[in-house]
């Protein structure tokens, strides 16, 4: 499935990328609508329809398997190679759009990021948290809902953020411009609404005398590796480590089953970045860890079993080139989008 073709890790992709965030609820083709004025007008390389493992402001009746909600976005995104479906948000572990954001600005950081969401989000946005920190991180379109356009542009959030709002003929350029950096694109209303076609849906089974179930969102449970690289990345990028990649090591080395590569721009920071990681792997209950250069100034490596860490400084990474020899795209090579 192509949600699959995105790393939660992060690459050195570049481009202009649309982020379409939400519940999908099912998807519709209102969605479709957005993505789509959305690469055309903004002149994005790709629209990511980022699924929601749950919203923190719905309650979870009535909410659709996540499953069910991904392959509706699957749907909706099919006959177009540049729409891409994906369950990226519940593999970083993330529920709030603002610490989504905080990561995939780091993972991804030579993509232009925009933050695409109907008028009916920009009226509930001061809802969110971290709300004003979300127009500091990604540029933000706006686009038209039938019943919520005019409330949208008298909202708190326009109030707030009137000095940084652009002029819809500068579409185009939004992408490229340095956050804050808001606009509402004015356009066709689409009447597609996930509350009405469950309602619709729900009236479907009472005629044909069934009963709706509730349903739980399944929780997929991380294995022992995966939630030791998420241990080590979250700790390298709170030392604000540069370019931070994992590679995938199955199959192709028998010495541990993942590589975590990253950067620091001073000696001192990589000794700073190891001793903190090395306090969180024991803390954990990590024993035997095996450090080498430690207090060295180019290059630091981890050894934490099943999870292998190499911290360097830009030049040395660059010589020893780790990723290629793997197989994996330098950090600010360019990267395809699938």
């Known amino acids: 499935m192509r949600h699959q073709a995105i790393p939660r890790w992060g690459d050195g992709r570049r481009g202009r990328i649309g982020i379409l965030g939400g519940s999908f609820n099912p998807a519709h083709e ?10 055309r007008r903004l002149r994005l390389n790709a629209v990511w329809l980022l699924v929601s493992p749950g919203n923190p402001l719905k309650s979870d009746n009535g909410m659709g398997r996540f499953a069910d909600r991904l392959a509706s976005a699957d749907a909706v995104a099919e006959g177009n190679a540049r729409i891409v479906a994906t369950d990226l948000e519940a593999r970083l572990g993330t529920r709030y759009t603002v610490a989504t954001l905080r990561l995939l600005t780091r993972r991804f950081p030579r993509a232009r990021l925009v933050w695409l969401m109907g008028a009916d989000n920009q009226v509930q946005i001061p809802r969110w948290q971290g709300w004003r920190h979300i127009f500091g991180m990604v540029s933000i379109v706006v686009f038209p809902r039938p019943g919520w356009t005019r409330k949208a542009l ?3 959030a326009s109030r707030a953020l009137a000095r940084w709002r652009v002029r819809a003929a500068r579409a185009g350029a939004l992408p490229l411009m340095m956050p804050p950096a808001w606009m509402l694109l004015p356009g066709r209303e689409h009447p597609a609404s996930a509350t009405e076609i469950r309602a619709a849906r729900v009236a479907g089974e ?3 005398g069934k009963r709706p179930r509730k349903r739980t969102a399944a929780r997929r449970a991380e294995d022992g590796t995966d939630r030791l690289v998420r241990l ?11 370019h931070v990649v994992v590679i995938d090591l199955v199959g192709k080395a028998s010495f ?4 975590v590569v990253a950067s620091g721009l001073a000696g001192r920071q990589l000794t700073a970045m190891a001793e903190h990681l090395i306090e ?5 209950g990590r024993r035997h860890i095996r450090t080498e250069g430690l207090g060295a100034s180019d290059w630091v490596l981890i050894d934490a079993g099943d999870v292998v860490v190499h911290l360097f400084r830009p030049e040395a990474r660059a010589q020893y080139a780790l990723e290629k020899m793997w197989g994996v795209t330098l950090p600010g090579d ?4 699938a």
């Open 232 to 242: 080590i990345v979250g700790s390298l990028e709170d030392d604000k480590a540069e």
């Open 30 to 39: 209102g969605h479709r609508h957005i993505a789509e004025t959305a690469l």
């Open 256 to 259: 541990a089953d993942r590589m």
């Open 280 to 284: 969180k792997l024991e803390r954990d």
């Open 206 to 208: 009472a005629l044909a």
């Open 334 to 337: 360019e990267a395809r989008f």
């Open 154 to 156: 008298h909202g708190t």
